[in-house]
């Protein structure tokens, strides 16, 4: 064995020599500890970089009481998850916002009811700070399992539950407003008979879209309305859903742009152009779909990536809000995000 294979990393200690300070002073500076004057913070700083310093994590936690780790939960299998650039942008934006703050994100999915269990226990070991937590669906144990656990949780999109009993910190976009935009687009273009293929109702997403939908279409037929999955194979189905039941149908709304990308082609297998016989609208604006599909797809554009960041910025604001390491500061509230239409030749 070399000689420099066996060289131990730098201790602590080793770091107080090099600054001139105790070791009191260095492990409050590197645990991130009040009291200690700038000069010295500065001396200690530059010792650590010098000898190359990186603190125990497991003796750091021991102090801080913090892992500097946050779980992301997205409650949908793997094959789901790895197959939708939306999770992929969202996922985006928490890790550039958590891996700005020096924060680990530990990824945990859900295939099934025995997965619910095992995240619930391991939000509950205190392995993480807290958790960021998304696509949840109405009928999902999660919410009440992560808050059993009392682990600091911010969610993407609305929760479902509507009791008042509890509160909950999200980050969501105006979903209801921006489906009333796109809805009201195709009208003005003349359309009147107008289908929406939703999302999965048991997801708040799906039903404030439908929502927006109906408040422009009070008197729609309710044939015009089928229910998708936020799948393209989901559009495909809705699709000959619709144009079986309303053959006559001039224009779709599609919940997401992944749907309104299944819709496309029956649409095309049924011989009919897009926009000349059948507007086409859809939600998200994931430009490796909108842009791609053929013709380009008008949509409404939520920003997804930024919904991450905001996201993990409320949590790590509550665990510094919680901690007092940052004086004055308030508890996160909700946020929700405003979505705008983008025109392409779809509709």
Known sequence: ???????????????????????????????????????????????????????????????????????VVIAEPETRVFADPFFALQLRGISKELTAHDSQLVLLLTEGRDDHARVG??????????????????????????????????????????????????????NRGGAREAVRHLVALGRTRIAH??????????????????????DADPRLIAEGDFTPAGGERAMRELLDACPDLDAVFAANDLMASGALRVLRERGLRVPEDVALIGFDDMLPVAEQTDPSLTTVRQDIEEMGRLMARLLLRGLAAAAGSQGGLEAPSSVVLPTTLVRRASA
Do not use: C, K
């Open 1 to 71: 064995m070399s000689e420099s294979s066996t060289v131990s990393r730098p201790t602590l200690e080793a770091v107080a020599a090099r600054a001139g300070v105790s070791r009191a002073t260095v492990s409050r500076v590197v645990n991130g500890g009040d009291g200690v004057r700038e000069p010295l913070v500065e001396r200690v700083r530059r010792a650590v970089e010098e000898l190359g310093y990186v603190p125990n994590q497991a003796a750091r936690s021991l102090v801080t009481r913090r892992h500097d780790a946050v779980a």
């Open 121 to 174: 226990r391991y939000l509950a070991g205190g392995h993480v700070d807290g958790a960021l937590v998304f696509s949840l669906h109405l009928d999902d144990p999660l919410p009440e399992l992560i808050h059993g656990a009392g682990v600091p949780t911010v969610f993407g999109g609305r929760p479902g539950w509507g009791d008042g009993t509890r509160s909950a910190v999200y980050v969501d976009s105006d």
């Open 197 to 218: 293929i939703t999302g999965a109702l048991d997801q708040t997403s799906a039903v404030d879209r439908l929502d927006g939908f109906r408040d422009v279409m009070v």
